[in-house]
C-alpha cells in the first residue's frame, strides 16, 4: 500500500512537470490502453525522460525493465524497487549476469499472469536518432513464455509505442506520443513452431508496427 501510495505521487509530481517542460506534449491512441496482461514495447530516444513520459501519459501503472548497473548500491535498488523497476542484464554487465535474466522473466511472467503491465524499450539502449533500431528479443520471451504457462490463453497484449522529440535537449520543445493498437501474443503461438520462431515472429510484427507510429 505504501509502495502505491510513493508511486502515485511521484507520477503525478513528474505528471505537472511535464507539464511545464514541454511546450507541447501530445498523445495519441490508436485504440483504448486494454486492460489485463500488457506489454508496452516502446522507442527510446532519451534516456531517463522516455520511462517518464511513457508513464504520465497514460492512466495504468507500469512496471518498468530498466538496465541493471542501477541497482548496484543497497539504498538506490530499494527505491528502484518502489518505483516498479525491475532488473535486466546486458553482456556489459558481464557474461555470468545473464542467467539472472531468467529471474527477472519469471518475475515478469507472475506480474502478466495477475494481469499487471510492463514497459521495456524494445530497441535496448537509447539512441537520439529518429529511426526504429532492430528490437531485442526480452519482451517477446516475456510474452510467449507467459502464454506457454498458461496454454496459450492468459491474453498477454503487446501495445506499440512510439514516441517522438521535437528536440532531445531543448526546454519547452514538443513530444509525441503514439500508443498503437494491441497485438495479441497468443495469435503468435504456433504449436508447430519452436518457440524461438515464435519469439521471432512476435518481433517482426511489432516491428511493423512501431516504424508506423513514428516520424
Request: positive net charge; proline residues 4%; hydrophobic residues 45%.
Amino acid at each position: 500500500m505504501v509502495q502505491k501510495i510513493i508511486y502515485k505521487v511521484l507520477k503525478n509530481y513528474c505528471w505537472l512537470a511535464l507539464l511545464f517542460y514541454f511546450k507541447r506534449w501530445q498523445t495519441n491512441k490508436h485504440s483504448p490502453i486494454p486492460s489485463g496482461p500488457v506489454i508496452f514495447v516502446c522507442t527510446h530516444q532519451n534516456a531517463f525522460l522516455d520511462a517518464v513520459v511513457m508513464a504520465c501519459s497514460m492512466r495504468r501503472d507500469p512496471w518498468f525493465i530498466t538496465r541493471a548497473n542501477v541497482f548496484k548500491k543497497p539504498l538506490v535498488k530499494k527505491i528502484l524497487n518502489i518505483l516498479q523497476m525491475i532488473p535486466v542484464y546486458r553482456f556489459r554487465d558481464g557474461f555470468s549476469t545473464l542467467r539472472k535474466n531468467d529471474e527477472t522473466i519469471e518475475m515478469c511472467v507472475n506480474l502478466l499472469t495477475r494481469g499487471k503491465c510492463i514497459l521495456i524499450f524494445g530497441e535496448g539502449n537509447h539512441n537520439n536518432r529518429w529511426f526504429l533500431r532492430p528490437l531485442q528479443k526480452g519482451f517477446a520471451r516475456m510474452a510467449i513464455a507467459a502464454e506457454e504457462r498458461h496454454d496459450w490463453k492468459l491474453g498477454v497484449k503487446i501495445v506499440p509505442v512510439g514516441v517522438q522529440y521535437d528536440s532531445h535537449n531543448a526546454f519547452r520543445s514538443r513530444v509525441l506520443v503514439n500508443f498503437g493498437n494491441p497485438i495479441l501474443a497468443n495469435e503468435f503461438c504456433n504449436r508447430a513452431n519452436t518457440t524461438q520462431q515464435n519469439m521471432e515472429a512476435l518481433i517482426t510484427k511489432t516491428a511493423e508496427e512501431m516504424k508506423a507510429l513514428i516520424l
